[in-house]
């Protein structure tokens, strides 16, 4: 098992388990950066880097005040690798408009905006390359992983994770209001954030919940899906206003197809958030629990029959 807690063990234990294998992997993804798949490495190891904060932000109310300051930390890092993963998006996001909307764009229109694109991804990969930010971002992954067996939680079971769950749900939660009632770049990444962090949540939680949570899962995997394409559209939307060396016609065209898109992923993000967030912060929580408890009791039961089998 990787991105869950085991069933039966310590929660502190699988909290130091989790973040020992997700520092692990990124410092790993970071050192094969320098190949061909240079670009594939950097976003590897922001993921698994948001992974780790979104498990802090979980343990994050019974953790030792010490370490909480970790995730502030993390999010320094990611902002490195930043630039990297961002020039990638978007020449990813150019290639999904033009699927999406085949004969939209003349092919030399195409071919011109995805040069320039690539061109600032390649500028971005040797800037990042030239100040040692993956050199950086590596190491100081590595120093927070050392300081893993240090990290402990004054709470433990479900009380060790319930405050921050119920802290993770209304958080996502007043995002997409405000996402909804004040459509902005900055409030929808705001929303992309919350809802990865719930997301990821619900993934650490589900093989100690039975997999009960599958239903909840599923549905904010697609959320994040959605405003995941949003932010790079909107990544996208800001080369083709600021690349002076777009021809700008051609880049108004492109533009055309990407608040066309955009519209599209609003209105999704829209229905997904509402079924998503029918039910209450606090209901949430509590269906968790008793998710948790019964899966409890039924390994319970299960290590009994098997006892009482073995002494037959």
């Known amino acids: 098992m990787?991105?869950?807690l085991k069933p039966g063990q310590p929660i502190d234990e699988e909290i130091r388990r989790i973040a020992d294998h997700q520092f692990a992997q990124a410092v790993a993804a970071l050192r094969t950066v320098g190949g061909a798949e240079s670009d594939d490495a950097v976003h590897a190891a922001r993921r698994r880097v948001k992974k780790v904060r979104a498990l802090i932000r979980l343990v994050r109310p019974t953790l030792s005040p010490r370490y909480r300051s970790l995730n502030r930390r993390l999010r320094a890092v990611n902002r490195l690798l930043a630039p990297v993963a961002d020039g990638h998006a978007t020449v990813e996001t150019l290639e999904r408009l033009a699927a999406k909307y085949r004969r939209a764009l003349a092919p030399q229109t195409l071919a011109e905006i995805r040069r320039r694109l690539l061109r600032r991804?390649?500028?971005?990969d040797e800037e990042a390359s030239l100040s040692g930010a993956v050199q950086t971002a590596a190491a100081l992954l590595c120093k927070e992983r050392r300081a893993l067996g240090r990290w402990r939680l004054d709470q433990s079971g479900f009380r060790a994770i319930a405050p921050g769950l119920g802290k993770s749900v209304r958080?996502?939660?007043?995002?997409?209001?405000?996402?909804?009632?004040h459509p902005s770049i900055e409030h929808y990444h705001t929303w992309r954030q919350r809802v990865k962090d719930q997301w990821l949540h619900v993934r650490l939680l589900q093989a100690r919940c039975a997999n009960?949570?599958?239903r909840d899962e599923r549905r904010l995997e697609a959320l994040d899906g959605c405003l995941g394409e949003y932010h790079d559209c909107a990544l996208l939307q800001n080369v083709l206003t600021s690349d002076s060396a777009l021809d700008r016609s051609d880049a108004a065209r492109c533009l055309r197809l990407v608040r066309r898109y955009q519209r599209e992923l609003r209105?999704?993000?829209?229905?997904?958030?509402?079924?998503?967030h029918r039910e209450t912060p606090r209901r949430f929580v509590k269906r968790v629990k008793r998710h948790w408890r019964s899966a409890r009791r039924a390994r319970g039961a299960a290590e009994r029959s098997t006892s009482w089998q073995r002494a037959a």
Do not use: D, N, Q
């Open 2 to 4: 990787g991105f869950c």
């Open 121 to 124: 991804e390649a500028v971005a």
């Open 171 to 181: 958080s996502s939660r007043r995002a997409m209001a405000l996402a909804l009632a």
């Open 212 to 214: 009960g949570l599958a």
């Open 267 to 276: 209105a999704k993000a829209r229905t997904l958030g509402r079924a998503i």
